[in-house]
Structures are given as structure tokens and as C-alpha cells.
């Protein structure tokens, strides 16, 4: 996973893992040095979108001029993570 992150151009990271009885979810923000900047634990992924709404990042993707991936729409993928930042020059 650390290994995503640092290949990803985005300045923080959000990763959703479920936990071990499946019931929620373990949402960790790692910055590009590998550093956990928050962690919170939701009941499921559009809570932790509108969590991380509410602790600011779309605010601050904004301000940035970056774009903000949503969780959820992964929920059906194999990926477990979304760049929160995406940095709209860099390809992916």
C-alpha cells in the first residue's frame, strides 16, 4: 500500500481498509513521506467522504486548485485508496 502512495502524484492520501469484522471502516491519510496525518474509523465509505468534507479537505483541495477523488465510487473496485489531493498536471 505505502508503495501507492509514494507512487501516486498527490500530496495526501486517503485509505479505506475494512476491519477485521467487516462492520466499518479504518480511514487512514498518509502524506508522501509515509506519515499517517489523521485516522478515523466510519461505518461506511460515503461517511467518510462526507467526514473528510467536514474536517476540511475539500476545502483545502480546492484552495490548492487540486481535484478531490471520492471513496465511494471505488467501493465496487479492488482499490482500497483515492489520492485526496489529485494533482491535475501530473498523469497518473
Known amino acids: 500500500m505505502l508503495e501507492a502512495v509514494r507512487a501516486t502524484p498527490a500530496p495526501l492520501y486517503a485509505v479505506a481498509l475494512p476491519d477485521t469484522a467487516g ?9 508522501g ?7 478515523f474509523t466510519t461505518t461506511d465509505l460515503e461517511e467518510a467522504d462526507r467526514e473528510l468534507q467536514q474536517r476540511g479537505y475539500l476545502s483545502m483541495a480546492a484552495a490548492m486548485g487540486r481535484d478531490w477523488e471520492r471513496l465511494t465510487p471505488n467501493r465496487g473496485e479492488s482499490r482500497h485508496g483515492t489520492p485526496v489531493f489529485r494533482d491535475p498536471g501530473e498523469p497518473l
Not at 462492520?23 to 502524506?31: A, E, P, R
Not at 513521506?33 to 485516522?39: F, I, K, L, P
Open 23 to 31: 462492520h466499518s471502516w479504518n480511514i487512514s491519510l498518509l502524506d
Open 33 to 39: 513521506d509515509d506519515e499517517v496525518r489523521e485516522s
